[in-house]
Structure formats: structure tokens, C-alpha cells
């Protein structure tokens, strides 16, 4: 996993976990209620895909250059808000309620992440103490009604445990997976697949999963709310190493959505945007056996759409242009392009490195 050579492991891994964001937005454009067997699928997606791709951001993220590297995600983040905007206001039966101190839907991730890299000094100089902050904080946001949906601030506090434990722990917690045996792998993954599906068939409310509301809006007890984020988290880390211990270490084709997967996370939005109507007839007109089908086969192949280079290029191209172009940048950062340059890798790489 080092910043020299790729991981094909890791690549795999952020490949099924971008291939469960498109599914699931798929599922739920279709399912908006999360009702039935779909609403259930949706639950178990929803349980482990951002906690795991924060928790490999996390792994993948380093203090030098933070500011520099937090200025590139807003930059990405400006870019593609009036996009998603222009096709919300387009395409009939969807209103995701845009606001200015609001990320659009997917973005809030850009937002989050910028503001967890512009911490992460104090992330490598006080490395336990920020994990139990980070727990603490992930958890007991809920209590406070002032950290709601405006500026992501629910999301960056509930999900923030993930990354700093990945900043910290990651990489040992995955080599410690690697080294079980095949039996110690099926129980993990069985532990993790039963607590998942328990919670599932609690039919918790999107808001559990989005990570977007306090305890009161939930309507529960701050006793109860705790408990129930406690759970949610155990389940996400349970989900995390079961995926790492089922995943082979070997570079394969399915490796490259993984290479690639901030361009497919970025762009799939717009034919879920699209296709959000058709997708919600289809499910009223013929169940969610048919319509999940289709689902399948518009993952595959939104995943196959954009997982080639030039989308990725594209992003990291815009995010070079605007960046150069901020005089806040660190001084350091300057260099650093010219030596990335020097040897041929892309300068917003590693800003980008976390997501693809």
C-alpha cells in the first residue's frame, strides 16, 4: 500500500465498494421509501459502503500538504455543485432540496473529506488521542440539535471515526485480516453478514444511514440513539474487515473501476439523475424482481462507462487548473507538482488517491 506501488488489493476493494454506491442510488431512485426486500438491500448497502470508502480514504491519506490537498477537494466539489444543480432543475420528479450550506446528495462527501484532510496534522501528532476524539465525536454528534444537515456537519462527525481509525489503524487492522486463516475469514464474514441483516430487518429510517440528523429528530431517547450509533458503527467495521478478508490480492480487470473510482463516484449521479422516473415506474408496473434486474445491469454498466482513464484525467485535470490558480496553497505544494510532474505522476493524485 505504498504511495510507490499500488495496492491490487485495495484497488479490488474500492471497486466492489464504488459498484455498491451505484447500486444502491440506483436501488433507492427506484425504491425512495426504502420499502420492502429493496428498502432491506438498501439497509445492508447502506451499513458499510461510505464507512468503508472513508475508512480507505483514511488509510490512503497523509498530513503533508493537507491544505493544499483540502483546497483540491473544494475546488472538485465547486465544479461539479452547479452541474448537479442545473440537473436537478431539469429533470422532472426529483428535488434533492438544494441550498446554498447544503452539498448537493453525493458532494457531501467532497466537503467531508476536505475538511478531515485539513485535520489530519493532528491526526498523525496525536494519533490515539484523535481516534478516541473521533469516536466520541462520530457518536455522540447525535445529542447535539445544532450539528444537523447544514454544511455536511452530521456526515463529517458521524463518519469521521472511519477515517481517523483508517489514518491510524488501517493499514495494521488489514494486514492482521490477511493473516487469518480461510476459517477465521468465513466466521468473520458470517459475523458480519448476520449482525448486517439483523439491523436490516429493524427497518431503521434513511436518516440512521445518511448519518444526517441528531437523536431528538429521530425521535429517540439520547440513551437509546447511542446505543443504536454504536451498533450501526460495529456493524460498518465488522462489514469493513469481512469485505478485506473475502478479497483476493491479485490485479484482475475488475482492479481498474477501483483505480478510477472518485470519476465513477462523481459522474454516476447524472444517469441515476436521470433515470430516477423510468426506474420508479418500472418498480410499480413490475416489482422489485424485474426492476432490481435492471438495476444489476445499469450498475455494470455505469461502472464500465466511466471506470476508463479519461473521465479520471478529466477531474484531475480541472482540479490542477483551479488549484494552480489559489494563492492559498502552501508554498510546499508548488514544489511538489514540479517533482511529481518531473516524474510523470499527476500532481492532484494525491489528493484524489483517497477516492480513486
Do not use: C
Not at 36 to 57: E, N, W
Not at 181 to 189: K, M, T, V, Y
Amino acid at each position: 500500500m505504498s504511495p510507490t506501488r499500488r495496492d491490487p488489493k485495495l484497488d479490488l476493494a474500492k471497486a466492489a465498494l464504488i459498484t455498491l454506491v451505484v447500486m444502491g442510488h440506483y436501488t433507492e431512485a427506484a425504491n425512495p421509501d426504502w420499502k420492502g426486500d429493496l428498502g432491506s438491500l438498501l439497509r445492508v448497502i447502506y451499513m458499510v459502503h461510505m464507512p468503508a470508502f472513508v475508512f480507505l480514504s483514511g488509510i490512503t491519506s497523509r498530513a503533508r500538504g493537507s491544505l493544499g490537498k483540502a483546497i483540491q477537494w473544494l475546488t472538485v466539489l465547486a465544479v461539479a455543485t452547479p452541474i448537479y444543480w442545473g440537473l436537478d432543475a431539469l429533470v422532472p420528479r426529483v428535488d434533492r432540496g438544494m441550498d446554498w450550506d447544503r452539498p448537493y446528495w453525493i458532494l457531501w462527501f467532497l466537503l467531508a473529506l476536505a475538511a478531515w484532510q485539513a485535520l489530519m496534522p493532528l491526526v498523525e501528532r496525536f494519533p490515539r488521542t484523535l481516534v478516541v476524539v473521533s469516536v466520541v465525536v462520530g457518536i455522540g454528534s447525535g445529542l447535539i440539535d445544532a450539528v444537523g444537515r447544514d454544511f455536511s456537519l452530521s456526515r463529517a462527525a458521524v463518519f469521521w471515526p472511519f477515517f481517523v481509525i483508517g489514518a491510524v489503524y488501517g493499514k495494521r487492522l488489514l494486514a492482521a485480516v490477511d493473516r487469518l486463516e480461510i476459517l477465521p475469514r468465513i466466521g468473520l464474514a458470517l459475523a458480519a453478514a448476520g449482525l448486517a441483516l439483523t439491523l436490516a430487518h429493524r427497518e431503521l429510517t434513511t436518516e440512521w444511514f445518511y448519518g444526517t440528523d441528531g437523536f431528538s429528530d429521530l425521535h429517540i431517547s439520547p440513551l437509546a440513539g447511542l446505543a443504536q450509533r454504536t451498533s450501526l458503527d460495529v456493524a460498518a467495521f465488522l462489514g469493513i474487515l469481512a469485505i478485506w478478508a473475502v478479497l483476493p490480492r491479485r490485479e484482475t480487470v475488475l482492479t481498474t473501476p477501483g483505480r478510477h473510482s472518485l470519476a465513477i463516484y462523481l459522474f454516476h449521479g447524472i444517469p441515476v439523475t436521470l433515470l430516477t422516473g423510468p426506474l420508479r415506474d418500472l418498480l410499480d408496473a413490475q416489482g422489485p424482481k424485474v426492476t432490481f434486474a435492471l438495476i444489476v445491469l445499469l450498475t455494470a454498466a455505469t461502472v464500465a462507462v466511466f471506470s476508463p482513464g479519461p473521465w479520471d484525467r478529466a477531474i484531475r485535470w480541472v482540479g490542477r487548473l483551479i488549484a494552480s490558480h489559489l494563492p492559498v496553497l502552501p508554498a510546499g505544494s508548488t514544489a511538489r507538482r514540479r517533482d511529481d510532474k518531473g516524474r510523470g505522476r499527476s500532481p492532484h493524485a494525491s489528493a484524489a488517491s483517497a477516492a480513486s
